[in-house]
Each structure stands twice: as C-alpha cells, then as structure tokens.
C-alpha cells in the first residue's frame, strides 16, 4: 500500500518470539492479548491519520468520524475495566502473589487523564465545530504511556509461565467471555475491522470465530453505525484495506 497505514505512526506488537511456544499457557495468553492490543493500536492510528483528511464540506462523514472515535474510546474502557475488575484479579489469585498486576493498573492510571479528555472531545463535539489539530493533539496527550502499557502487559503475561498452565488459560477464557458481554452494535464491527488476519504472515487466527460470525457482525451488527465503520483500517472479514482518509501519519 502506496498510503500510510494503521501499523503506524503507534508501533505494533510482535509475537514472533513467544506466539508458537506450546511450552505453557502463558505464552497463548501473552499472544491473544498481543493481539488483541494490536487492533487498539490500529484503531488508534486509523484516528490519528484520518483526522485532518476527512471533508469539512460533509458533516455527516465528520459525525462518523466522531462516532468512530467514540466506539474506540467505548472499546478501551470496556477492556481495561475487565481487567481491572476480572482477569488481574484472578491471576492475582492463582499465582498467590498480592499486588502482581499492581504495576499495570499504574500504568492504566497514567494514561487515563488524557484518555478521558479525547473521549470528552469525541462525545461533545459537533461536526461544525471538529478541529483536527485539535484531535491529534489530544491523541498525543496519552498515546505514548497507552501504548507502552500495552507493551509492558505482554511482558508481565509471558512471566506467568512459572504459575499453573491450566488456571491461567481458565482464567483468560472467563475473561474473554466478559469481553465479549458489549454492545455488539458499537464493538463487535471495530474488534473486527481493526484485526488483520494477515499479520505476521497470517499465522493468527484472530478473533477466532465460526465462518459466519463476520456476515452476523456486517449484516446485522454493523448496519447502526454502517458509516462509522469506513474508518476501519480491516473489512469486517479482517482484510486490510486502504484507509479510507489517508493521510501523513506521522506523529508530531
């Protein structure tokens, strides 16, 4: 692709050293996590590239946009909440060690102040009123300690490999279950449209569905918020595509 693209201007995460170790669950943990975390990534820099390249003309496109960068917003809460209420509890539990995960709800805390402002942003701006300069300022505010939790996170998982493989998988699977308990309307059309199923030479199968789950989310799922989903950087069945608004991705 000629055009920027969403595995930048915020880096990816590879799972190239660990994903295929069947060693222990630690490691099938730290890579659906990885991944999970990569299409946040990619939500965040489609956001961020498209921003000063959608047209100010059209109120309804600039409505989608800010749509889109609500469901996101929706989306990260939904997640880190999960993980705050759920899954860092329970992995506190199995390994028998108080205040493990306590470093990455640090980390949660350092980049919410800004995450919240970018939400604000999102949820109050009218499209005659939408300044991108603005936008990307406010992403730049918590991309940096965002993405380097999710960084660290993956570290922190693939050090549980000490810790009972079994429990550990149990607990990730309860946790994907509560991942899965959303507006299906607003969620389900990002999750997917920001997976690419070809990452790392397509050795994922990321989320892991039956073959019909993405007609369900496309058909019937998708249809609410249909033009909030062109801002995907993937279609619906994890393809990438060209961005539909793109731009220089380039971070200030």
Same mark, same amino acid.
């Given at each position: 692709m000629s055009s920027p693209w969403a595995d930048q201007p915020y880096s990816l995460i590879s799972t190239v050293e660990f994903s295929k170790n069947t060693s222990h669950s630690a490691y099938y943990v730290a890579t659906e996590m990885a991944l999970a975390h990569n299409g946040m990534i990619r939500g965040l820099n489609s956001i961020y590239i498209q921003a000063s %390249? #959608?047209?100010?003309? %059209?109120?309804?496109?600039?409505?989608?946009? #800010?749509?889109?960068?609500?469901?996101?917003?929706e989306s990260m809460h939904h997640h880190h909440d999960m993980e705050e209420d759920s899954f860092f509890p329970a992995i506190e539990k199995l390994t028998g060690v108080q205040g493990l995960m306590e470093r990455n709800v640090e980390q949660h805390r350092a980049f919410t102040p800004g995450f919240e402002r970018f939400q604000q942003y999102a949820n109050t701006c009218a499209p005659k009123d939408y300044d991108a300069a603005e936008l990307k300022s406010l992403v730049e505010g918590f991309a940096e300690p965002l993405t380097r939790h999710l960084q660290d996170e993956i570290e922190t998982l693939r050090g549980l490999h000490e810790y009972d493989s079994e429990r550990l998988k149990a607990a990730y699977k309860e946790f994907e279950k509560l991942l899965m308990d959303t507006d299906n309307q607003r969620i389900a059309p990002l999750v997917f449209g920001t997976a690419d199923r070809g990452y790392e030479g397509g050795i994922h199968d990321f989320p892991s569905v039956p073959f019909f789950v993405p007609y369900i989310i496309h058909y019937l799922f998708g249809m609410k918020y249909r033009g909030a989903w062109r801002f995907n950087p993937c279609t619906i069945w994890r393809d990438r595509r060209e961005l539909a608004f793109p731009g220089t991705g380039a971070a200030a």
């Open positions: %390249n #959608l047209p100010r003309n %059209n109120p309804k496109i600039v409505q989608d946009f #800010l749509t889109y960068c609500q469901c996101w917003s």
